[in-house]
């Protein structure tokens, strides 16, 4: 079956610097969700979108955006880089309807590293 | 705001016996949805079995079943026949009803160790 893929799996960046993580979620799902886990912590929830629009909004900080496009595709756009953002980001993808509904499964994550 | 309290930072098993892990929430919701994810140490994220609130039956996945006491507000995973590839980080999440905040708020996260 498909899964939630992720790009890119592995992206080194400098302080200061500007980063775009990318998720396709699972066909037919139309809802997006991303998570940041830091080292030795649980996923925190950043952004979610339903059918292209922002749905629900966590701890991302002002520096990130993201949005959704018309092939549910969703990006992570992160600007003025520190160092505290290095983390493992998810993105998961649910289906609003049907007999899966509200069960997110999880791509296989980001690791960004930001030196 | 709901919180969920995985009190076992870590929890061992000899294969092949059973084990239960521990996850206690709080909420004031009457409807909701609770989830295993297991993270093995790829990292990646997988679903482990869900349990809807509105359920009396402890939802059970082959060798993997939980203990839903909604009253008590805990939701206890229990591993049978537990095997290497279980040894994983295990995560309790929490979701709340649709129409309302619709992410995952996980635990703090048990990390099971399978001695051979």
């Known amino acids: 079956a498909a899964g939630v893929i992720q790009s890119p799996r592995h992206l080194i960046k400098e302080k200061r610097e500007t980063a775009t993580l990318k998720c396709y979620p699972i066909?037919?799902?139309?809802?997006v969700y991303w998570y940041q886990q830091g080292p030795g912590q649980d996923p925190q929830f950043l952004i979610s979108f339903y059918e292209k629009m922002q749905s629900d909004k966590g701890s991302i900080p002002d520096r990130f955006s993201a949005q959704q496009f018309s092939d549910y595709h969703s990006e992570l756009n992160m600007s003025s880089l520190e160092l505290g953002d290095s983390a493992l980001y998810f993105c998961a993808s649910s289906v609003f309807s049907g007999g899966d509904q509200e069960t997110q499964y999880f791509g296989p994550g980001t690791r960004l590293l930001v030196l | 705001a709901q919180t969920v309290t995985q009190s076992q930072p870590e929890m061992s098993v000899q294969e092949a016996e059973t084990v239960t892990l521990s996850c206690t929430y709080d909420t004031s919701e009457s409807d909701y949805y609770l989830f295993w994810y297991k993270q093995p140490p790829s990292r990646q994220m997988i679903l482990v079995i869900r349990q809807e609130a509105y359920k009396q039956q402890n939802a059970t996945e082959n060798r993997f079943s939980v203990n839903f006491q909604k009253a008590a507000k805990s939701f206890s995973l229990k591993i049978s026949d537990s095997q290497l590839g279980d040894a994983a980080m295990y995560f309790c999440?929490?979701?709340?009803?649709?129409?309302?905040?619709?992410?995952?708020?996980f635990g703090s996260g048990t990390q099971l160790t399978v001695l051979p």
């Open positions: 066909p037919r799902h139309d809802t």
């Open positions: 999440a929490y979701r709340s009803i649709p129409g309302s905040a619709r992410q995952l708020t």
